[in-house]
């Protein structure tokens, strides 16, 4: 089966531009997350969807962020307007819905996020 | 992709060798936990898990130790090999929740 894609791998923006970044999960898989890593410290969860709702979005970290999954396929996480410190690696995941998370998810290759 | 951070933990192990790698866990109430390894611009990719009623796992070249007494996790890896090479995390979590909590990353150099 094809993985989790993500799109763009990486992105140069300025200081109070607006990005979004794209992700898509294995199909089939009804759970989608978004996880980031700033300034190479531990991965940090930012929300999880099921389907197209939104299950848990207590990581995210200001209103700037908005995420979506119309339609329950794939994700899209705008950043608007984008800080120095929104610089990091975005992962999405995804997994099945009966695991519930157990064996893990499977993670995109991240898109690297440079703010200037 | 993701270049492995400059400023992680560092563990230099010669290739043959085998290396062991430790977490500290934050949750006493967290039952599952998982290892995962990042090689440079990949995502985190399973290695190995544990649930909390057990105390040792073993898979292939790889176990993983739990001690809940002291919150504590370790990943053995036997015969480090060139390709063991990437940042190692460690992930908890707890029944009920998707939600995983990951440590700060041990990078592991194997040196030829």
Redesign the interface.
């Known amino acids: 089966e094809a993985g989790v894609t993500q799109f763009p791998s990486h992105s140069v923006i300025e200081k109070g531009q607006t990005v979004t970044l794209r992700c898509d999960p294995i199909s089939g898989h009804d759970n989608l997350y978004w996880y980031r890593r700033v300034m190479g410290k531990e991965i940090k969860f930012l929300l999880h969807f099921v389907k197209e709702s939104k299950q848990d979005e207590s990581g995210m970290p200001n209103n700037r962020f908005l995420a979506e999954r119309t339609g329950g396929t794939y994700s899209t996480l705008k950043v608007q307007p984008a800080e120095l410190e929104d610089s990091g690696v975005y992962f999405c995941a995804s997994s099945r819905a009966q695991n519930r998370g157990l064996g893990g998810y499977t993670f995109g290759s991240g898109t690297r996020l440079t703010v200037v | ?2 270049s492995v ?4 933990p560092t563990l230099s192990v010669q290739e043959g060798d085998n290396s062991i790698i430790n977490c500290a866990y934050s949750n006493s109430a967290s039952d ?1 936990f ?1 290892w ?1 390894k990042q090689e440079s ?6 290695i190995i ?1 544990i649930r909390s009623n057990m105390d040792k796992r073993q898979g292939q070249r790889v176990t993983v130790l739990l001690n809940k007494t002291v919150k504590h996790l370790s990943l053995q890896i036997a015969a480090t090999q060139p390709g063991d090479s990437a940042v190692y ?1 460690c ?1 908890e ?1 707890t029944s009920g ?9 041990t990078r592991l150099k194997v040196l030829a």
Request: glycine fraction near 22%.
């Open positions: 992709g993701e951070g400059l400023h992680l599952y998982i995962y611009g990949k995502g985190p990719q399973f898990d995390f992930a979590t929740t998707y939600k995983y909590i990951f440590g700060t990353g």
